[in-house]
T-cell receptor
Framework: GENVEQHPSTLSVQEGDSAVIKCTYS??????FPWYKQELGKRPQLIID?????GEKKDQRIAVTLNKTAKHFSLHITETQPEDSAVYFC????????????FGAGTRLAVHP | SAVISQKPSRDICQRGTSLTIQCQVD?????MFWYRQQPGQSLTLIAT?????????ESGFVIDKFPISRPNLTFSTLTVSNMSPEDSSIYLC???????FGSGTRLTVV
């Protein structure tokens, strides 16, 4: 079925350390993989995305990698800062006419000064 | 990217009543998506709204409970009908591919 698994559910790091969040998806036809940051009480914000024809994408301190064979993708945040503390969601598009997004369960990241 | 205005931002409703949530996009988008987010949980897709055709509902969601309108490429509504306390949640809309989300509607049913 349509499923996206996300790990870990919580992640605690010291400021300046790196954080890695991993997701796996079930549909081999998925071709779009966005990552969102959601702060308390706010809407999800797209922070980076990757399409299936690309293996890696980087934007300043954040990067996403995609392994199509293994059907998993990861978010990497380097030099973490306290303002990176939030809930992060991965998502994958599922075929079936509308390329709908199915979300992972989320990772609560805490960056300690 | 598009900007989506969603309203109301929050409401407290009596059980058995209905609430209509509106999303207005500042540009034309082919599809809009409606999600529900329980406190502390992830986003669950309710339905996909495509202009000119009936919405496509996900498993566990039905049109009688969550009727959707999509009169044009910049606007959509979601109605939560015959509400019960279990419908208390945050409801969000998004544009194509989830590039942008509305600000959400926090619904409490009492």
């Amino acid at each position: 079925g349509e499923n996206v698994e996300q790990h870990p559910s919580t992640l605690s790091v010291q400021e300046g350390d790196s954080a890695v969040i991993k997701c796996t998806y079930s549909d081999s036809a998925s071709n779009y993989f966005p990552w969102y940051k959601q702060e308390l009480g706010k809407r999800p914000q797209l922070i980076i995305d990757i399409r299936s024809n690309v293996g890696e994408k980087k934007d300043q301190r954040i990067a996403v990698t995609l392994n199509k064979t293994a059907k998993h993708f990861s978010l990497h945040i380097t030099e973490t800062q306290p303002e990176d503390s939030a809930v992060y969601f991965c998502a994958a598009s599922f075929s079936g006419g509308y390329n709908k997004l199915i979300f992972g369960a989320g990772t609560r990241l805490a960056v300690h000064p | 990217s598009a900007v989506i205005s969603q309203k109301p931002s929050r409401d407290i409703c009596q059980r058995g009543t209905s609430l209509t949530i509106q999303c207005q996009v500042d540009s034309q988008v082919t599809m809009m998506f409606w999600y529900r987010q329980q406190p502390g949980q992830s986003l669950t897709l309710i339905a996909t709204a495509n202009q000119g055709s009936e919405a496509t509902y996900e498993s566990g969601f039905v049109i009688d409970k969550f009727p959707i309108s999509r009169p044009n490429l910049t606007f959509s509504t979601l109605t939560v009908s015959n509400m019960s306390p279990e419908d208390s949640s945050i409801y969000l809309c998004s544009d194509n591919y989830g590039y942008t989300f509305g600000s959400g509607t926090r619904l409490t049913v009492v």
